[in-house]
Each structure stands twice: as C-alpha cells, then as structure tokens.
C-alpha cells in the first residue's frame, strides 16, 4: 500500500464534546502546485555573489533621494552625464561619518519588517511611465508605523539649534508613506535621529505626496526633451556632489569653486 502523508487536525464541537476529523493528504493537491522559474530576485543575488554584475538603468528611474534632493543633479543623471572626481580624498572624519552610519543602521533589525524595497510606478504624459524605487528602513505592523533612521553628527546641537528635521528628511518618510499605503496599513510616519550619544524621534504628519511625486518627475523629464537645465538647489551637501564643475558652469547652481572636475581634466 502506498504511503500517504496526511495532516490531521481536530476541533471539538463543546456543545456535545464531539471531536470532528479532517485528514488532507498531499494528493489533494496535485491538480493546485505546479513548478515555476527560480524568482528573478533570488537569481540576481546569486549572480551578484559570483561575480556578474547587473548595469544599473537610470532612464525613467528615480530614487526617492533623488527626488528630495537637488533636481538637477537627478537631470544629470537621467542625461546620462559622466560623474566627476572630487579634488580632494574623504578626510578621516568624512570616512568615518559614513561607517559610523553604516553601524548605526544595524537598529533596523529592531524590527521584522525593515529594508523593504517598493517599485512605484509614476504615469506621466504622453503615455509615458517612470518608476521610483524606495526602500524602506523599518515598519511597526502592530501601530502600522513607518520608520526611517537617520545618522547625523552632533545630534543635540541640531536639535538645539532647529537644524533639524530636515525638509529632505520630511519629504522622504511622506513619499514612502505614499508609495506602501496601497500595500501596507498606514497610520504614523516617524523620523528617527540617531548620533553615537543620543536618539531623537519625530512624528511627521502624514500627506499625499502622489501629485508632488509626478510633478517632480515630469520636470526632470521635460527638461530631458528640451535640454533646459533645471536651476540648481544648492545644501552643504554640494560639497560632495561629483557634478560641480556642470553645475558651476550650467550658472543658477553652486556659486564657490567646484570641489571636482571631469576625470582626467581640471577646472579652470
């Protein structure tokens, strides 16, 4: 006799204490399973460990960073323009801000559901679609929050100072809380500060951010058709921007000495 696997559970029914059967045996589920290709994400990590290097397509694709920061930094991109050396190396300090970040992001294991990835898919005219990916750092199913953790120097002093949040910052958590509401239940957006002393947490308020989403983009995209450069938005952040020289001489951008230039030439 063939043997069969078989799952068995019981319930009892308390009104007359009678135990009711219900056996499922694999057969049950021949016509329902069928095998299917390897996933796509799984491939893809498998070949990133051996070596194969997948080319990153930039074309109608934004990061959220992208989208939150220097617009026309995000244009160079999209034109496909080749990122410049910065003059100078990283200092020790610099370095170290970036590892330091890198330690401290271990806190997203704090939770079950943290580095979630979303394709989000933006309409745009002429039946044209871009895509904005995000990853998100952390979500709390049990309040239905979102987290996104961010390390910055001298915690305190910020705060004191109102340096802090920042509009980038703000932006970012609403856009995530646009792109996984269809998705995911979605009540708190929070901020969350973290230096080597001290943690800071905010509540933003939540928006709808899909109007602001496609206006951004569409911008990019049509200043890709008509080869306008968008007028710059410079941050100390500019500093460490590897289109600085485009940018100083595109005008309406940076105003101090560009801090790289195009490889294998030098600012003038």
């Excluded at 043997?3 to 016509?31: A, G, M, R």
């Excluded at 005219?125 to 239905?144: I, N, S």
């Excluded at 957006?189 to 947490?201: A, G, H, P």
Aim: include cysteine.
């Amino acid at each position: 006799m063939e043997n069969k696997k078989i799952t068995e559970f019981v319930h009892v029914d308390e009104s007359n204490e009678e135990k009711i059967s219900t056996k499922i045996t694999i057969q049950s589920f021949e016509n329902e399973i069928q095998e299917i290709d390897v996933p796509k994400g799984i491939v893809t990590f498998l070949g990133s460990k051996n070596g194969k290097k997948i080319p990153y397509l930039t074309k109608n694709r934004y990061s959220v960073s992208d989208l939150v920061h220097c617009q026309r930094k995000s244009l160079y991109k999209q034109l496909g323009l080749k990122q410049e050396q910065l003059v100078q190396d990283l200092s020790i300090e610099q370095m170290w801000s970036t590892v330091r970040g890198n330690f401290l992001h271990q806190m997203t294991n704090a939770y079950d559901w943290n580095e979630l990835e979303m394709q989000y898919k933006v309409n745009l005219k002429d039946g044209k679609q871009a895509t904005l990916h995000g990853r998100l750092d952390m979500y709390d199913w049990k309040t239905k929050t979102i987290m996104d953790l961010k390390s910055v120097p001298n915690l305190r002093h910020q705060v004191k100072h109102g340096f802090i949040p920042k509009l980038q910052h703000i932006l970012q958590v609403q856009c995530y809380g646009t792109m996984f509401e269809s998705y995911i239940p979605i009540e708190n957006l929070n901020l969350i500060y973290v230096d080597n002393n001290d943690i800071v947490t905010y509540k933003i308020q939540k928006r709808d951010m899909a109007d602001w989403i496609k206006t951004r983009i569409q911008e990019i995209e049509d200043a890709c058709v008509s080869k306008q450069i968008i007028t710059g938005e410079p941050t100390g952040l500019c500093q460490f921007c590897k289109y600085q020289t485009k940018c100083y001489a595109d005008e309406n951008g940076i105003t101090h000495t560009p801090l790289s230039v195009p490889k294998g030439g030098r600012y003038n």
